[in-house]
């Protein structure tokens, strides 16, 4: 196969590779990715060539972020069109590690990062920030790249990843890279194929509200009021909202007022099955 990254599929022979671009005095960033990519995921490989000579993007669904009532089973899967996508983006290398070479059957280790990961998304999904940072870990560790990429779109994540390299002294550098939007601001997620033509058109509803939102807050409306009508306008267009708040950037913690410039909204909702998240700064 010509028109195909390369593709390696077990921790040695990643570190192999890394190992020798290191030797060849070439910085190399890691983007970590469950696959189906989208615009959303290739534009880390962007983001990731501004600071490295050398890119590997690594594709596992992982399986420790799911609860046994998610949609593990059913998660987009494609491979081939993935591999022909990062090929044409000029990424340098793949990883597909298979299941046990992730976790061994006797695997014992988990990673939690207290506090942040309790809020937001870890509220309603408490089994999603251990997973995240027990594979993100290991595959910072397996890799040994000087960056790794990490979208605003999962924000709460980067800002878990970030703890959890720093608290364990893993000597990556952890970048952000701003969300990527479909036309009408629908923030790109691989699980917006699993939204019905209907919900598909009401989906941008939730950009759409935190940009109303961070606007009524500059204007001098109320927090409290400007989440509450948030709420409101989600609810009517039949979004199940799971939470809509006010957020210090940097630490996470709740504020009630725009004290400093880092002030950032987060939502999550349901549109049908289909959990949505998204965040903007004020
Ligand atoms: P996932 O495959 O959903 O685990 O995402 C892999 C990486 O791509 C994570 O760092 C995500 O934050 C990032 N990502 C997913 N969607 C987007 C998007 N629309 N814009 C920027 N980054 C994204």
């Given at each position: 196969?010509?028109?195909?990254?390369?593709?390696?599929?077990?921790?040695?022979e990643?570190?192999?590779?890394?190992?020798?671009?290191?030797?060849?005095?070439?910085?190399?960033?890691?983007?970590?990715?469950?696959?189906?990519?989208?615009?959303?995921?290739?534009?880390?490989?962007?983001?990731?060539?501004?600071?490295?000579?050398?890119?590997?993007?690594?594709?596992?669904?992982?399986?420790?972020?799911?609860?046994?009532?998610?949609?593990?089973?059913?998660?987009?899967?494609?491979?081939?069109?993935?591999?022909?996508?990062?090929?044409?983006?000029d990424?340098?290398?793949?990883?597909?590690?298979?299941?046990?070479?992730?976790?061994?059957?006797?695997?014992?280790?988990?990673?939690?990062?207290?506090?942040?990961?309790?809020?937001?998304?870890?509220?309603?999904?408490?089994?999603?920030?251990?997973?995240?940072?027990?594979?993100?870990?290991?595959?910072?560790?397996?890799?040994?790249?000087?960056?790794?990429?990490?979208?605003?779109?999962?924000?709460?994540?980067?800002?878990?990843?970030?703890?959890?390299?720093?608290?364990?002294?893993?000597?990556t550098?952890?970048?952000?890279?701003?969300?990527?939007?479909?036309?009408?601001?629908?923030?790109?997620?691989?699980?917006?194929?699993?939204?019905?033509?209907?919900?598909?058109?009401?989906?941008?509803?939730l950009?759409?509200?935190?940009?109303?939102?961070?606007?009524?807050?500059?204007?001098?409306?109320?927090?409290?009021?400007?989440?509450?009508?948030?709420?409101?306008?989600?609810?009517?267009?039949?979004f199940?909202?799971?939470?809509?708040?006010?957020?210090?950037?940097?630490?996470?913690?709740?504020?009630?007022?725009?004290?400093?410039?880092?002030?950032?909204?987060?939502?999550?909702?349901?549109?049908?099955?289909?959990?949505?998240?998204?965040?903007?700064?004020?």
């Amino acid at each position: 196969m010509s028109n195909t990254p390369d593709v390696v599929r077990t921790v040695k022979e990643l570190r192999g590779i890394t190992a020798e671009w290191r030797r060849d005095g070439e910085a190399s960033a890691l983007i970590p990715t469950m696959g189906a990519l989208h615009e959303g995921h290739l534009s880390l490989i962007d983001l990731a060539h501004e600071h490295a000579d050398r890119s590997v993007v690594s594709i596992f669904v992982n399986p420790k972020q799911f609860s046994p009532a998610e949609d593990l089973a059913t998660y987009p899967r494609d491979e081939e069109g993935d591999l022909e996508k990062l090929y044409e983006r000029d990424a340098d290398l793949v990883y597909i590690p298979d299941g046990p070479e992730m976790y061994p059957p006797d695997f014992s280790t988990s990673i939690g990062v207290e506090g942040m990961s309790q809020s937001l998304c870890g509220a309603s999904r408490p089994h999603f920030f251990g997973g995240v940072a027990t594979v993100v870990a290991k595959l910072l560790i397996q890799a040994q790249c000087d960056y790794a990429v990490f979208g605003e779109k999962d924000y709460q994540q980067l800002l878990v990843v970030r703890r959890m390299a720093r608290d364990l002294n893993i000597p990556t550098e952890i970048l952000g890279a701003p969300t990527v939007r479909e036309d009408d601001g629908l923030a790109m997620s691989s699980r917006n194929q699993y939204l019905s033509r209907q919900d598909r058109e009401m989906a941008p509803h939730l950009y759409a509200v935190l940009e109303n939102v961070a606007e009524s807050i500059r204007a001098g409306v109320a927090v409290g009021k400007a989440l509450h009508e948030g709420v409101q306008v989600l609810a009517q267009a039949g979004f199940d909202v799971d939470y809509l708040e006010l957020r210090d950037g940097r630490t996470l913690e709740p504020i009630d007022a725009l004290t400093e410039s880092s002030g950032r909204i987060f939502a999550g909702a349901y549109l049908g099955k289909t959990r949505l998240i998204d965040n903007i700064a004020v």
